[in-house]
């Protein structure tokens, strides 16, 4: 059983500039902000070394910060300019009994995350929903398109805080 | 001279009568041998994660509900549980001990639901009936109590809605009397019968290593001989405090991990729910269940991934807070969602009817998949 | 309705208008759909089984919809869902029927408001016949249903169609 702090350092050791921090200021769970492009070779380092072994991915969400600026058009509509997407990562270790929490950001206007399907097979709708609810781009992703909105949807990504409805959908009214 | 043979595409709609729900599953076939599956869900997207957004905390409860609507209080149980890790308040014992009482006879209920329909599709009619029936019984429990029958926003952050009906006690006594001899007719009517064993033994083996690489839990990962459960491993409520066996899969009738292991899995885990609903029945301590509700739910900032055992394996829930009334985030880890991910890899190589069968024993609910 | 319960003494000749006798047959055997979207199919499939019994008003499952009288929409109908309901109403042969079972398909039920990809009732693709509230409604209330569906169809005409 390992804690944050002992994993955070050993990944610091290996891993130097991918590692950027380990934030424990908010209260409960602690995690480990990487960077968004070296996702991979830190997961299969944290799959593989002896004593981590975190051989199941509990969780994978994307996530609106909503930090960006808010500006409001002419119709009232608000859209957000700037600002962040994330993608948090829970993992979980079935010999040794520990969790860690992985978070990395990516820019809103183009955003973009290495993908784990290799690592863990199981992230692989993980990911289609994260790119149909928010529009992360998953790089080297096997087959990346929407899962659960339909496939020829095309007016945005619906869990972004500045999603609006459009107002027919094939001949189907939308709003109430 | 060779035979020229093509592969033909057939199409699993979303209206089936063996789908368990609003999928599709697009079938590459070469004669009746399966080539690959392609699920297509979202039939039933309902949109949950964004209402949770514009919801209070409370005001989230009826929508968890409506997620897995089989199993609706275990539902509310892990998205209170989480609750209470983020604002750090303790519940009253009676809070807990009637908790775990419904959660595991909600957890017999979607069991039932799960084993008749699994006989209904191989072609066994009656277990579906004897199954319903005894079904019955439990959603009579639940209404007394709290007035509805499958959806019941009972489980509330800190608390519960209503105490226990005067008369609950007695009635589920009787009940558990009644349906020791029941879970015996039914192994002698379904999971005994050469015909069933002759359709699930051997098919679909989910082997050991694919399983936790894919993040497969509950039921499908104990039929391959893991021994691997949230209650007794990651421990939440009183389930420490009650005396229960995890059953595994032991490969007693073909190979170990194959349809008929997790079937069997699941009818045993039905003996162990009543054993805890027994124990808990004699030993619930008085108290006042609705004392620690807090009147306005305002957490900190931070967030919380909190996991509980629901009776299709392990529901996650993953709350984000920024300090207002409303969540800003609340992210679902539905165990059918992952189970469908491993689904294709189960049905290589065997042929259309099989499907009936490995679908019916992987027990998908879509209301989950989709949310 | 009155026609077998009488005693026929005076050998065995019925006189009945036509009209009668054809919407007699038909409310006696609906058989509906085996079509159930969300936690309304499960109220439903209590129903059939044997608590409220389904089969003694002649209603049965059948899985194809060209077989079949009466489609039971039950649950919530989202978008990618409803074109194809629209096709499955389009399959079911003439005199056809629909029961809309649930808030969800009545109205969009609890997901009026923020619901992006939730169809706000199925009237806005198909006819509806009968619309049967509650969420879920209980077995009880799907059968009142049903039974306002038999009242309905016993006063249709065969000459002037419906709409």
Not at chain 2, 84 to 97: A, G, H, M, Q, T
Request: net charge negative.
């Amino acid at each position: 059983m390992k804690t944050a702090e002992e994993i955070f350092n050993k990944l610091k050791e290996k891993f130097g500039s991918s590692i950027i921090e380990l934030k424990t200021d908010k209260p409960l769970e602690p995690f480990i902000l990487v960077n968004r492009l070296e996702v991979d070779k830190i997961c299969l380092f944290l799959r593989d070394e002896r004593d981590l072994l975190f051989d199941s991915l509990m969780n994978l969400s994307g996530v609106d910060d909503a930090n960006g600026e808010k500006i409001k058009d002419e119709t009232g509509l608000e859209t957000i300019n700037g600002g962040t997407l994330s993608v948090y990562y829970h993992l979980e270790s079935t010999n040794l009994r520990h969790k860690l929490t992985l978070k990395t950001s990516t820019e809103r206007e183009k955003p973009e995350v290495v993908t784990v399907t290799e690592i863990w097979k199981g992230a692989n709708w993980h990911e289609r929903e994260a790119y149909d609810m928010y529009g992360v781009v998953f790089l080297n992703h096997p087959d990346l398109r929407r899962i659960l909105m339909p496939y020829d949807w095309e007016f945005g990504y619906p869990l972004r805080k500045d999603y609006k409805n459009p107002e027919f959908y094939q001949g189907m009214k939308v709003p109430y | 001279m060779a035979l020229k043979t093509e592969e033909m595409v057939l199409n699993m709609g979303p209206q089936h009568p063996s789908t368990h729900g609003v999928l599709r599953l697009e079938l590459q076939l070469d004669g009746e041998i399966i080539i690959d599956v392609v699920p297509h869900i979202g039939y039933l997207h309902r949109c949950f994660e964004k209402h949770c957004e514009a919801m209070t905390y409370p005001q989230v409860i009826p929508y968890t509900d409506r997620m897995d609507y089989l199993a609706s209080m275990y539902n509310e149980f892990g998205y209170a549980v989480a609750m209470e890790r983020l604002l750090k308040i303790e519940v009253p014992e009676r809070v807990e001990y009637i908790r775990v009482i419904m959660g595991e006879l909600q957890r017999i209920a979607s069991h039932l639901v799960a084993l008749g329909t699994y006989g209904a599709d191989i072609g066994a009619f009656t277990p579906f009936l004897f199954c319903f029936r005894d079904r019955e019984r439990i959603l009579h429990l639940f209404e007394i109590t709290c007035g509805a029958r499958l959806l019941y926003n009972y489980i509330w952050i800190g608390g519960l809605s209503h105490d226990l009906h005067p008369d609950f006690i007695r009635l589920t006594k009787e009940f558990i009397k009644d349906f020791r001899p029941n879970l015996k007719e039914l192994n002698d009517l379904l999971s005994f019968n050469q015909i069933f064993i002759e359709r699930t033994a051997n098919v679909g083996v989910l082997p050991l290593e694919t399983a936790i690489n894919y993040g497969v839990s509950g039921p499908n990962l104990r039929g391959s001989g893991f021994k691997w459960d949230l209650r007794k491993d990651d421990p939440y409520s009183v389930y420490n405090k009650f005396d229960y066996d995890i059953p595994i899969g032991t490969g007693e009738k073909g190979k170990v991990g194959d349809c008929w292991d997790r079937y069997f899995v699941r009818v045993k885990e039905m003996e162990e729910s009543l054993k805890i609903v027994e124990q808990a029945i004699d030993t619930i301590p008085d108290g006042d269940v609705t004392s620690a509700i807090p009147k306005r739910i305002k957490p900190p900032e931070g967030q919380i991934y909190t996991r509980v055992e629901n009776p299709r394996g392990e529901l996650g829930y993953f709350i984000i807070s920024d300090g207002s009334l409303n969540p800003a985030r609340v992210k679902v880890r539905a165990p059918s969602f992952v189970t469908m991910q491993v689904f294709s890899e189960l049905c290589k190589g065997w042929m259309v009817a099989d499907v009936v069968a490995i679908l019916g024993s992987v027990d998908i609910v879509l209301g989950e998949i989709d949310r | 309705m009155g026609l077998l319960d009488q005693e026929f003494t005076e050998g065995n000749i019925v006189i009945a208008k036509t009209e009668d006798l054809f919407n007699w047959a038909r409310l006696s055997s609906l058989w509906q759909v085996g079509f159930g979207l969300a936690c309304c199919a499960i109220e439903m499939m209590a129903t059939s089984a044997s608590h409220y019994d389904f089969d003694r008003f002649g209603v049965i499952p059948r899985p194809s919809p060209r077989q079949s009288d009466v489609i039971i929409i039950s649950g919530t109908v989202t978008f990618k869902m409803a074109i194809r309901i629209k096709r499955l109403y389009e399959q079911m042969p003439d005199p056809k029927y629909v029961i809309s079972m649930g808030s969800c398909s009545n109205c969009g039920g609890p997901y009026w408001e923020h619901g992006y990809h939730v169809l706000k009732g199925v009237d806005r693709v198909i006819p509806v016949d009968v619309y049967v509230p509650g969420c879920p409604p209980r077995p009880e209330a799907l059968l009142e249903g049903l039974l306002k569906l038999q009242e309905k169809i016993r006063h249709e005409s065969i000459v002037k169609k419906s709409a």
